[in-house]
């Protein structure tokens, strides 16, 4: 099964930003999906990693090291899809961005666990059917 990694996971192993030993255990978690080829890319996931490098240089290492990770074609389906999970958070009075409903929507769609850090996606989870990597 593919597992979609999120923006989060990229920047710890890419950038080290977390406590050493969650970092390692990220890492190792993101490698063994790596060798298994069960990473699952969308194109506003990989934009999101590369944006804000400020050398070119490096721009385009850190884009030649994301190369072999296909983008998964995203569908119609998967922004209306994310346009009512939007809708459906924000007349709860709660925010969230486009990009990230986006990321719920093809996790859901294609029955993707999404690998990440970022506490929103457990917020969203309470509303919104997917699956979560470290749930499983």
């Not at 979609?4 to 890419?14: G, R």
């Not at 009075?93 to 929507?105: E, K, R, V």
């Amino acid at each position: 099964m593919k597992v979609l990694v999120d923006t989060s996971i990229w920047s710890v192993a890419l950038r080290h930003s977390i406590s050493k030993d969650e970092s390692e255990e990220i890492k190792e978690q993101l490698y063994t999906l790596i060798e298994d080829a069960r990473v699952a890319m969308i194109g506003p996931i990989r934009q999101e990693i590369l944006s804000g490098i400020k050398l070119e240089a490096q721009f385009n290492r850190l884009k030649k090291r994301l190369e072999p990770f296909r983008d998964i074609p995203l569908e119609t389906d998967d922004f209306i899809l994310a346009a009512k999970f939007f809708n459906r958070y924000r007349s709860k009075g709660i925010q969230g961005s486009h990009i990230d409903f986006l990321i719920c929507a093809v996790s859901s769609r294609n029955k993707f666990p999404l690998f990440t850090t970022d506490n929103d996606f457990r917020q969203y989870k309470k509303h919104i059917d997917f699956l979560l990597f470290n749930e499983l």
